[in-house]
């Protein structure tokens, strides 16, 4: 009983320690590629409420991701005041773009 319990646990302590290696390799992989491997998509219509607080969150979530990204803010039919703030917010922070909507028809 007891070598079969020693057995049971050498396998699944095994199998953590290749899934660890993997999951490490496959970070380190994604940090040497080129190019955003996570893309934040924030639609704005018409008059978005908490535009910049919206715009705060992702940039904090890029800021703490172990992988390249960057935000592209699609305007979905804003209003003026709205994409004045989203242009702000990008004139004050990289890796921030604003993409029309007619792109995504």
């Not at 040497?32 to 919206?54: C, H, N, Q």
């Not at 904090?60 to 960057?70: A, H, Q, T």
């Not at 305007?75 to 995504?104: K, N, P, Q, V, Y």
């Amino acid at each position: 009983m007891e070598m079969t319990l020693v057995l049971i646990t050498a396998v699944f302590g095994l199998a953590a320690l290749v899934e660890c290696i993997c999951g490490f390799a496959c970070i380190r992989a994604a940090l040497k590629g080129e190019g955003e491997r996570l893309v934040i998509f924030i639609p704005v219509s018409e008059k978005t409420e908490d535009a910049e607080f919206i715009l705060r969150q992702a940039e904090d979530m890029m800021e703490r991701s172990y992988l390249p990204c960057r935000c592209v803010i699609a305007d979905m039919g804003a209003d003026e005041e709205t994409l004045e703030i989203c242009r702000r917010f990008i004139s004050e922070h990289g890796g921030f773009e604003i993409a029309s909507g007619d792109r995504f028809s």
